[in-house]
């Protein structure tokens, strides 16, 4: 489900996966790139004939073949520019191993589109290599609606809402860890920072949510002071103990920001510009691009949607 930490171990896995050629691809409903498919294979060819010299030839002759390809359907797209050069791949280089990455597949926004991608990466076994495929969902309704239609030893499925609650905040307590680490390289705290009490408590309000964890560490490493800011989080957690999660991770961040103002004035137009842009956000049925929010409907310049 939002924010147990799908994207966190796609992310994971692009940085970890040792000998192998990676390529990934992640969705993002109302971004005009990444919002559907269209750019799905062809993006992925690219990064992996980054990765693998030898596969430039192959692609780059599909093109040649076919220039419309990147309108095509997915299926040609897949067949011509990454089953085809793999397949070419493994006569000339038979060890080679791929890591292809797929995240959000909820978020693209035809439905078609999905049923099509859950219908073709199978095709994959095809390939005799080394070939992984990692692909991350909510259990939206077409998402789950193309896997009933796979065999189940098609693939292996793993919800996280399933997965203890103790091997989360394992996995949280290593990322606030490394998060602080980086912190630490760059800005002028105590080197006992945090302490052990303060870590525990900032471990037991994110668990078992990332999103909640990368939000308060976002906010903890921004331009404010990481000792004061990490000091009013937590302040704030006792006040909000009974509060739903949305609660204690964002109410503290918004209150302090609040407070950092130089003056009333800046508070209250910050007050002014947070009810303009999420006031409209909440009402939307789909996300939009920061251009549109901006010009069209919030009639700010540009530099002032920054702020979303």
């Given at each position: 489900?939002?924010?147990?930490g ?5 992310r ?41 010299p ?26 011509k ?10 006569q ?8 292809l990455?797929?995240d959000?597949?909820?978020?693209c926004e035809?439905?078609?589109?999905i049923?099509?991608?859950l ?7 095809k ?17 789950r609606?193309?896997f009933?239609r ?21 996995d949280i307590?290593l ?19 945090p ?9 037991s309000?994110?668990v078992?949510?990332f ?13 404010l002071?990481?000792?004061?800011s990490?000091?009013?989080?937590l302040?704030?957690?006792v ?19 609040l ?7 800046g ?14 956000m ?11 929010l901006?010009?069209n409907?919030l009639?700010?310049?540009?530099e002032?949607?920054?702020?979303y």
């Amino acid at each position: 489900m939002a924010g147990t930490g799908k994207s966190t171990i796609s992310r994971a896995n692009l940085l970890n996966v040792h000998g192998s050629t990676v390529a990934s691809f992640f969705f993002r409903r109302g971004e005009q790139d990444r919002g559907n498919a269209r750019l799905l294979f062809t993006t992925i060819s690219k990064q992996l004939a980054v990765g693998n010299p030898e596969l430039i030839s192959d692609i780059r002759a599909a093109v040649s073949s076919d220039p419309d390809i990147a309108v095509k359907s997915l299926k040609e797209q897949w067949e011509k520019l990454l089953l085809g050069p793999l397949m070419n791949l493994v006569q000339t280089t038979p060890r080679s191993s791929v890591v292809l990455i797929t995240d959000a597949l909820d978020e693209c926004e035809i439905d078609n589109d999905i049923r099509d991608i859950l219908r073709i990466l199978p095709q994959a076994k095809k390939l005799p290599m080394s070939l992984r495929i990692l692909l991350t969902s909510r259990p939206e309704l077409p998402v789950r609606l193309g896997f009933a239609r796979l065999a189940h030893d098609e693939y292996r499925d793993l919800a996280l809402y399933n997965v203890p609650e103790d091997t989360t905040a394992h996995d949280i307590a290593l990322f606030i860890k490394d998060r602080f680490t980086r912190i630490k390289e760059v800005r002028d705290v105590p080197y006992d920072w945090p302490t052990d009490e303060e870590f525990e408590q900032l471990l037991s309000v994110s668990v078992p949510l990332f999103i909640s964890a990368a939000t308060m560490c976002r906010f903890i490493e921004s331009k404010l002071d990481p000792v004061e800011s990490l000091t009013s989080l937590l302040e704030d957690q006792v006040r909000l103990r009974y509060a739903t999660k949305m609660d204690q991770t964002y109410l503290p961040i918004l209150r302090r920001l609040l407070h950092s103002q130089d003056d009333d004035d800046g508070a209250d137009q910050l007050l002014e510009n947070f009810r303009q842009i999420i006031g409209v956000m909440i009402f939307l049925a789909i996300p939009l691009s920061v251009n549109t929010l901006s010009k069209n409907l919030l009639g700010f310049q540009v530099e002032l949607s920054l702020i979303y």
